[in-house]
């Protein structure tokens, strides 16, 4: 099993909806999640970042975190065209916190 | 302030040759990564500093890669006798202190990134 899943995608969602990617983990003493958004050619950008269960709402965006369930989701409210990307799930790796485990990545396409 | 930075932003090298990459982290981080991305692929991590050392060089995929770092700051990534398939970009990335043990220090904030072709 691998670390952090992610479904590859492409996932595609009509303009203004909300788009919902989700990560699983399999380290179940993994303690923080962060969400990246990586643009085509472009470097992966931080966008999220979320320690404890529950929700954490930033803007339009929204992780959620499910530790018994080790899943972490993020939600996208009101989606624009310029949310077309693809989402990377991150996880410190159990055997040294200070490295983290990237997943494959969602690629989110929004159509107008 | 600044980000990361890193150059050259393009490498166009021949088969054989050695490369050097460099990764300037953001001032007062004290982790620094190199992570490789394929063309269409996620990201391979390579290798991991905690000021100018090496803990986990685990990712790093033959003995033609090299990395240092000195002054914990700056970072070099050697790649010698270059093959076809060390084309790629390469990432670098930086955290505050990936081992103070507070969550939020492990946030790595990523450079821009080296795109290297290897003809």
């Known amino acids: 099993q691998k670390e952090v899943e992610q479904n590859s995608g492409p996932l595609s969602v009509p303009e203004g909806a909300i788009a919902s990617l989700n990560c699983t983990y399999s380290?179940?003493?993994?303690?923080?999640f962060f969400w990246y958004r990586q643009y085509s050619g472009k470097s992966p950008e931080l966008i999220m970042s979320i320690y404890s269960n529950g929700d954490k709402e930033d803007g339009r965006f929204t992780a959620q975190l499910n530790k018994a369930s080790q899943y972490v989701s993020l939600l996208i409210r009101d989606s624009q065209p310029s949310d077309s990307a693809t989402y990377l799930c991150?996880?410190?790796?159990?055997?040294?916190?200070?490295?983290?485990?990237f997943g494959s990545g969602t690629r989110l396409s929004i159509r107008p | 302030g600044a980000g990361v930075s890193q150059s050259p932003s393009n490498k166009v090298t021949e088969k054989g040759k050695d490369v050097e990459l460099r990764c300037d982290p953001i001032?007062?981080?004290?982790?620094l990564y190199w992570y490789r991305q394929s063309l269409g692929q996620g990201l391979e991590f390579l290798i991991y500093f905690q000021g100018n050392s090496a803990p986990d060089k685990s990712g790093l995929p033959s003995d033609r890669f090299s990395a240092e770092r000195t002054g914990g700051s700056v970072s070099t990534l050697t790649i010698q006798r270059t093959q076809q398939e060390d084309s790629a970009v390469y990432l670098c990335?930086?955290?505050?202190?990936?081992?103070?043990?507070?969550?939020?220090?492990?946030?790595?904030?990523f450079g821009p990134g080296t795109r290297l072709t290897v003809l």
């Open positions: 380290d179940r003493g993994s303690q923080s």
């Open positions: 991150a996880v410190p790796a159990y055997s040294s916190a200070s490295k983290i485990i």
């Open positions: 990335a930086s955290s505050l202190d990936g081992l103070a043990g507070v969550a939020a220090y492990n946030e790595q904030f």
């Open positions: 001032s007062g981080h004290t982790a």
